[in-house]
């Protein structure tokens, strides 16, 4: 089971961190991974985390802003977002999966397990 929390409405600049406990399984185990949804938009990659190593992947629109990490004896994962801007207001789904290749990573149907999403509005 996948938890998300954390959103919120924030200013333009604003930063804000997402988090995403999961529980039920071995998280070390899954590559974790960030999307979102904009009103009217398709569901969109916005970072991911491998499970070994913990390499780190980032969409183009949110590289330099954003940063995915992870806490495995926490069992979470958290995106923090800084330099918040009015378009990035979504609602941000948490994924994971035991076994996605890194080609796959930002493809949304292949990542098998999701959470319910966490609202994060920004304001100009």
């Known amino acids: 089971q996948l938890q998300a929390s954390g959103g919120g409405s924030v200013q333009a600049g604003d930063s804000l961190r997402v988090s995403c406990a999961v529980s039920?399984?071995?998280?070390?185990?899954?590559?974790m991974g960030w999307f979102r949804q904009a009103p009217g938009n398709e569901r969109e990659f916005v970072a991911a985390?491998?499970?070994?190593?913990?390499?780190?992947h980032y969409a183009d629109s949110v590289k330099g802003r954003f940063t995915i990490s992870r806490d495995n004896a926490k069992s979470t994962v958290y995106l923090q977002m800084n330099s918040l801007k009015p378009e990035d207001t979504a609602v941000y789904y948490c994924?994971?999966?035991?076994?996605?290749?890194?080609?796959?990573?930002?493809?949304?149907?292949?990542?098998?397990?999701w959470g319910q999403g966490t609202l994060v509005t920004v304001s100009s």
């Open positions: 985390i491998r499970r070994n190593g913990g390499s780190t």
């Open positions: 039920g399984a071995t998280f070390s185990a899954y590559s």
């Open positions: 994924a994971a999966d035991r076994a996605i290749i890194l080609s796959d990573i930002r493809r949304g149907d292949a990542w098998d397990n």
